[in-house]
Nanobody, 115 residues
Framework: VQLVESGGGLVQPGGSLRLSCAAS????????MSWYRQAPGKERELVAF????????NYADSVVGRFTISRDNDKNTVFLQMNRLKPDDTAVYYC?????????WGQGTQVTVSS
């Protein structure tokens, strides 16, 4: 299993970014996917979840109405569209999936929201 995130960067407050996570090594369309984030000195937290077919999504309260998770099962990719970004959104963002008792993580992509 390999998860590779991209799309992070430096953005001003109120701006937007779109993160991508390219998955390989497993049957992507059969598994739910999630985005997590970890800010300095804080625990890793769940940001958004999407079911295997994409019909069900869930979000952390702090990002509802601003972030949208989606997936393209033909391209084995999950996305996180982040709008109206705030300084509190600054963190390393990780792609995640699980199979049985195993958790799989990408290497993370840094998102910094600052003026």
């Amino acid at each position: 299993v390999q998860l590779v995130e991209s799309g992070g960067g430096l953005v001003q407050p109120g701006g937007s970014l779109r993160l991508s996570c390219a998955a390989s090594g497993f049957t992507f369309s059969r598994y739910a996917m999630s985005w997590y984030r970890q800010a300095p000195g804080k625990e890793r937290e769940l940001v958004a979840f999407i079911s295997s077919a994409g019909g069900n999504t869930n979000y952390a309260d702090s990002v509802v109405g601003r972030f949208t998770i989606s997936r393209d099962n033909d391209k084995n990719t999950v996305f996180l569209q982040m709008n109206r970004l705030k300084p509190d959104d600054t963190a390393v963002y990780y792609c995640h999936t699980s199979r049985a008792i195993y958790d799989y993580w990408g290497q993370g992509t840094q998102v910094t929201v600052s003026s």
